[in-house]
């Protein structure tokens, strides 16, 4: 008897813990993703305020970044998230930006640069809040 009830308890175990270490294995970690998102908002908020110091060198490299930070976000979307879709419209739209930025280059003005980051800007922040990774300032 005692047998069968550990056969029993083991059928009941093992299901559970290998479909959990399945699922963390194929998720993207959070903090990760976060991460990410992080590097992303700094990224076209130093891009743009560097707009408005005129320096073009510097917009060109924070979008270029930026745009290195969209494609790894890209990349670690889970199928599963109702806002994938939404999300990666956004990401693309950034990447999208910034290579016009790329594709102006740091010879012009710093103000014809301004237009394409700002937009790389606000696609950021929508697909940040989509994805709920939009971190509140304290202070």
Not at 73 to 83: V, W
Not at 101 to 123: M, Y
Request: glycine share 8%; aromatic share 2%; proline share 4%.
């Amino acid at each position: 008897m005692p047998a069968v009830m550990l056969a029993a308890l083991a059928t009941l175990w093992l299901p559970f813990v290998s479909d959990e270490s399945t699922a963390r294995a194929s998720e993207p970690s959070s903090a990760s993703l976060q991460e990410q998102g992080d590097g992303l908002m700094k990224n076209v908020e130093e891009m743009v305020a560097h707009g408005g110091m005129g320096d073009a060198k510097a917009i060109v490299h924070h979008c270029g970044e930026a745009t290195r930070y969209a494609e790894a976000i890209i990349k670690h979307l889970l199928r599963s998230d109702p806002h994938r879709g939404d999300a990666m419209t956004h990401l693309n739209e950034v990447i999208r930006q910034c290579s016009r930025v790329s594709e102006i280059g740091i010879h012009a003005d710093p103000g014809q640069l301004l237009n394409p980051a700002t937009k790389a800007r606000a696609a950021a922040w929508e697909s940040m809040k989509l994805l709920g990774l939009t971190r509140t300032n304290k202070g």
